[in-house]
């Protein structure tokens, strides 16, 4: 699959909101309200959702009413729902900005070209972006996402180089479900 044809979630529905089918939704693009210029919305099945209206709540929540989702029951039968547009839809992001999904699958190597693995995930606990590294052994290692410790990401080439600072090799761990003793 192209990464143009790729599908990149934008949000995550939550409860009902009322009584006439509107929902509670958090956004992950970065001007929430932002989700009303992507057009149908897909859902897990093959489901398609336009949104009717919305209005900001609080944050990156929303209120939204999608077309034909009229009741409470209809509105709960969407919970926690996540729902995607095809990447080409989404604009071009700026220099030094990069989509999530372009990153993950891409090569990571170090400074002297030595193959590190494949990103794995794009994580964020609240203090920087950090990027989890899949070596061919299973291991994983995660290394913050910096110009400092990521160099270089090259999209079309499908790589990155990782140069993490003095000190900070990326934390190695064993994947969940490995050996214990």
Not at 8 to 31: N, P, Q, T
Not at 45 to 68: N, Q
Not at 73 to 95: C, T, Y
Request: aromatic share 4%; net charge negative; glycine share 14%.
């Amino acid at each position: 699959m192209s990464t143009a044809d790729r599908h990149i979630v934008l949000g995550r529905i939550g409860a009902a909101h009322g009584v006439k089918g509107d929902v509670r939704v958090k956004s992950f693009a970065a001007e929430p309200t932002a989700l009303g210029d992507y057009g149908l919305l897909s859902i897990a099945g093959g489901r398609t959702l336009a949104i009717e209206r919305m209005r900001p709540l609080k944050g990156d929540m929303l209120v939204v009413k999608f077309r034909g989702v009229d009741d409470r029951d209809a509105a709960e039968a969407l919970n926690g729902a996540e729902f995607s547009v095809k990447r080409s839809a989404l604009p071009a992001p700026d220099a030094d900005e990069f989509y999530h999904a372009d990153l993950i699958g891409l090569a990571a190597y170090d400074e002297t070209g030595e193959a590190m693995g494949t990103v794995k995930a794009v994580l964020d606990f609240g203090a920087g972006a950090s990027l989890e590294i899949a070596d061919s052994e299973g291991g994983l290692r995660l290394v913050p996402f910096t110009n400092e410790a990521v160099p270089t990401v090259d999209i079309a080439g499908g790589r990155i180089i990782v140069a993490p600072p003095a000190g900070i090799e990326g934390e190695k761990r064993e994947p969940e479900g490995g050996d214990a003793s």
